[in-house]
């Protein structure tokens, strides 16, 4: 098989004549070139040979008895198992139509009688090269196939374990912030704990000395009037007494010494109150452990909260910070009902947001305000309960308190504000902030009270949060929410 025979293998031929000159020659000639031949002698024959096994080529005469070429060719197309295979007609037949015909059945070639034995040779050489690409490139098709199916298959493997990972990873995140949760939860009430024993400890330290220098206040003041009262009978008894005596008078300006005592005992008066109201405040402040739900008025709680922070908010500097103006508070109080609350951890929530609000207006220009308002809800919460489906009975939930703490101070930007309420999220300085003031308000109102809290705020716009607490506390707890 001269210069294909490195690419296409020694060739299955199949030669199909019912002239026995015309076999004997065909298959002569291709033998001689390498090629293995079988010869039969009519189409019905060659259907059978062929089912045995498939030749790599045939080569079909027309004319014949019992079943023409076109015939045979069609039954072998017909069968996907034999369809692949080339035919060459071969006929003496020279008509344009039967040309025609030959290939419309299916034919590769046609050959026309008499033959030119290099042209045959040529034809046959042709088509079987052809085939043997034709194969090359359908095997090389089925390995890609297979290829990219086994590509799909590691790739949807892949996907699943990726998946399988995301999942892992996601749960991973979730016990992480479970984590983060509960350590803040500890750390706060470790904190709040010791703090508040703290507090409490120096109220009720400062509370004894106070008490007698406010009840000795009275004593001294009662000692001072009636020394004065016995001057002034001295003074009318004696109009004229001892140079000396007149000389101490006019030294001490005695009239100007009884006003200014009047002075110093009622300020030292005011003084001594404050301290005590103070104390009051922070006794009220450190009820850490007396964490029971109780009817309170919530004003008390955030006046108690307010007196602490009463030194931030004058004008002079305090601390190591330079003088800032004044902080004006402006209380917006509505009618509010008792609410049945933890107290203490209330005046915490207070306490961070004065003190967040307080924050955020340092270095701020005047007028610096924070606006405290309270009302009870009229809608909003009832609303939120009805969405949640939470009760059957709900208008107990429509009883709630709102209080907002408003500040015109630096105001958050979007980003900060997503992150606000994650624990040991800070955008104060290093050992300034610990992140957990907002953390511990949520716990509290949300976890605790079942209530909300938000926010509004935009750079250089201030902020106001607004928290709602249920009033009808008892109800929802007992409920075991
Ligand atoms: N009223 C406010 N105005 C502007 N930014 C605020 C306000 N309240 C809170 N923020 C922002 O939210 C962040 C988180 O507040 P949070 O109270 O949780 O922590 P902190 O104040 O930084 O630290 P900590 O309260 O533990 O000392 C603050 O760092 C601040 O950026
Ligand atoms: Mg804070």
């Known amino acids: 098989m001269n210069s294909n025979s490195a690419l296409v293998p020694l060739a299955d031929l199949l030669v199909v004549d019912d002239t026995p000159d015309n076999l004997r020659l065909l298959s002569t000639m291709l033998s001689e070139q390498g090629y293995k031949v079988r010869k039969v002698m009519s189409g019905p024959l060659a259907l059978r040979v062929v089912s045995v096994a498939s030749p790599d080529l045939i080569l079909l005469d027309i004319n014949m008895p019992q079943m023409n070429g076109y015939e045979v060719c069609e039954k072998l197309k017909a069968d996907p198992r034999t369809s692949q295979i080339p035919v060459i007609f071969i006929s003496a037949l020279d008509d344009v139509w039967d040309k025609v015909r030959a290939f419309e059945v299916g034919g590769v070639d046609y050959i026309t009688k008499p033959f030119q034995c290099e042209e045959v040779l040529a034809r046959v050489k042709n088509q079987l090269t052809l085939r043997w690409f034709s194969k090359q490139l359908s095997d090389q098709n089925i390995r890609l196939q297979q290829e990219i199916c086994e590509r799909q298959q590691v790739e949807n493997a892949l996907r699943q374990s990726e998946a399988r990972e995301r999942e892992k990873s996601q749960a991973l995140e979730l016990t992480l912030s479970e984590l983060r949760r509960t350590q803040s939860q500890l750390i706060q009430s470790e904190k709040m704990s010791s703090l508040g024993q703290m ?25 001072f009037q009636d020394l004065s009262k016995l001057v002034e009978l001295y003074q009318k008894a004696y109009p004229n007494s001892t140079p000396e005596i007149q000389e101490i008078i006019a030294e001490l300006d005695l009239q100007f010494l009884k006003e200014d005592w009047q002075k110093m005992i009622n300020s030292m008066q005011v003084g001594a109150e404050r301290i005590q109201e103070i104390v009051l405040s922070l006794q009220n402040f450190s009820r850490l452990n007396k964490s029971d739900l109780k009817p309170v008025d919530i004003h008390e709680g955030i006046n108690h909260t307010l007196e602490i922070l009463q030194y931030r908010f004058r004008a002079e500097s305090y601390s190591h910070r330079v003088s800032c103006p004044e902080i004006e508070v402006i209380k917006e109080y509505g009618q509010l009902p008792k609410v049945t609350c933890y107290v203490s951890q209330l005046n915490q929530v207070f306490m961070h947001l004065l003190s967040n609000a307080i924050d955020a207006l340092e270095n701020q220009p005047p007028p610096r305000r924070i606006t405290i308002s309270t009302e009870v809800g009229t809608g909003e919460w009832k609303e939120d309960r009805e969405k949640e489906n939470l009760s059957k009975d709900k208008d107990k939930y429509t009883q709630y308190v709102v209080i907002r703490i408003a500040d015109n101070g630096s105001g ?56 709602e607490i249920p009033i009808a506390q008892e109800y929802l707890l007992s409920e075991g929410h």
């Open 199 to 223: 507090v409490a400890g120096v109220a009720h330290e400062i509370n004894n000395p106070v008490g007698f220098i406010y009840s000795n206040l009275f004593i001294a003041r009662q000692y």
């Open 412 to 467: 958050m930007s979007e980003n900060v504000q997503k992150q606000i309420f994650d624990p040991f999220f800070t955008t104060k300085a290093v050992g300034s902030g610990t992140g957990l003031g907002l953390a511990i308000c949520y716990q509290v109102v949300v976890e605790k009270h079942q209530g909300q809290i938000r926010c509004i705020s935009a750079p250089g716009e201030g902020t106001e949060f607004i928290v």
